[in-house]
Nanobody, 122 residues
Framework: QLQASGGGLVQAGGSLRLTCAAS????????MAWFRQAPGKEREFVAA????????YYADSVKGRFTISRDNAKNTMYLQMNSLKPEDTAVYSCAANKYGFNTIEASPIDYWGQGTEVTVSS
């Protein structure tokens, strides 16, 4: 029901835009987020957006470089990633929770999407 896309290989300093497309149900009332998992590491929170896009928050490691947004009319969420670094290399997955925007980074997730791989070369 959630499918992430837009990953690829990019040089350090470059940009990518990830898309999370929902199907089968509407997520317009859900908080949504991006997580990532690098090889050999645990999954970590990246960014979250409230149900109407009015509030966002980010992991310190991406603050100022990444921007999360959503378009409820299209049932889609985005992650604009600028000034990419090799340490941003990971599989990025999108997630949705009916409740708990402010705690989504540490809460059980209602819906997970398939990930998209991002590789940043130095």
């Amino acid at each position: 029901q959630l499918q992430a896309s837009g990953g690829g290989l990019v040089q350090a300093g470059g940009s990518l835009r990830l898309t999370c497309a929902a199907s089968g149900r509407t997520f317009s009332s859900y908080a949504m987020a991006w997580f990532r998992q690098a090889p050999g590491k645990e999954r970590e929170f990246v960014a979250a957006v409230s149900w109407n896009g009015g509030s966002t928050y980010y992991a310190d490691s991406v603050k100022g470089r990444f921007t999360i947004s959503r378009d409820n009319a299209k049932n889609t969420m985005y992650l604009q990633m600028n000034s990419l670094k090799p340490e941003d290399t990971a599989v990025y997955s999108c997630a949705a929770n009916k409740y708990g925007f402010n705690t989504i980074e540490a809460s059980p997730i209602d819906y997970w999407g398939q990930g998209t791989e991002v590789t940043v070369s130095s």
